[in-house]
């Protein structure tokens, strides 16, 4: 191992630190999102009820109930590809947590041996 690539104790505890830093970003990234598409999700179910409630105050009038039975079905729409990218979101958001917390593990097994290569 040449010097330019002898990666010392204190690099890796800086990799290690860094690593643990983004995911703890990374973590809180994800909740904001889903906090805000948990409200846009609950102000979309608000504004479909409100709807099913201005359907039974219009019974008669057929052009009214046709725009409010379009605006739920893009509402239902809307929600299925909210869902969507939410599940989406998660699974990636598992990925990527398992991707840094395999990498601090081999930051930890790079440490373990140059540790073992100091004391011999």
């Not at 970003?25 to 889903?34: L, M, N």
């Not at 598409?37 to 009214?64: F, P, S, V, W």
């Amino acid at each position: 191992m040449g010097n330019k690539d002898h990666v010392t104790e204190a690099d890796l505890r800086n990799r290690l630190r860094k690593l643990e830093e983004e995911q703890q970003d990374f973590k809180i990234h994800i909740r904001k999102t889903q906090e805000k598409e948990t409200e846009r999700d609950e102000n979309a179910c608000k504004e479909y009820l409100e709807l099913e409630h201005m359907r039974e105050i219009c019974q008669g009038d057929q052009k009214l109930l046709q725009l409010i039975e379009e605006k739920q079905s893009m509402l239902t729409a809307i929600r299925k590809r909210r869902m969507e990218f939410i599940n989406d979101m998660q699974q990636e958001a598992k990925k990527n947590i398992r991707k840094t917390d395999l990498d601090k593990e081999e930051i930890h097994y790079q440490m373990q041996m140059l540790q073992e290569e100091e004391t011999n």
